[in-house]
């Protein structure tokens, strides 16, 4: 089952910490060290990570 994890990193030029979220597709973690491709998303300056691409979005992504 696919799923979205949010975490938080900090940002050396805005000196302060961000949220982030990521989709993990259903089959990861079934092969260790298998590799998926990356698509980052960035939202603008007025929202958040949930905006335009949250969860609802990421169940309609192909799966891998």
């Known amino acids: 089952r696919s799923r979205v994890?949010?975490?938080?990193?900090?940002s050396k030029?805005?000196?302060?910490?961000?949220?982030c979220?990521?989709?993990?597709?259903p089959s990861y973690g079934e092969?260790?060290?298998?590799?998926y491709p990356v698509l980052y998303l960035f939202h603008g300056m007025?929202?958040?990570n949930q905006d335009g691409?949250?969860?609802d979005m990421c169940?309609?992504?192909p799966t891998v």
């Open 21 to 25: 979220s990521v989709y993990l597709p």
């Open 59 to 61: 169940r309609r992504w």
């Open 31 to 35: 092969v260790p060290g298998k590799k």
């Open 5 to 10: 994890v949010n975490d938080t990193i900090f």
């Open 13 to 19: 030029k805005l000196n302060a910490e961000r949220t």
């Open 53 to 55: 691409y949250g969860a």
């Open 46 to 48: 007025s929202q958040t």
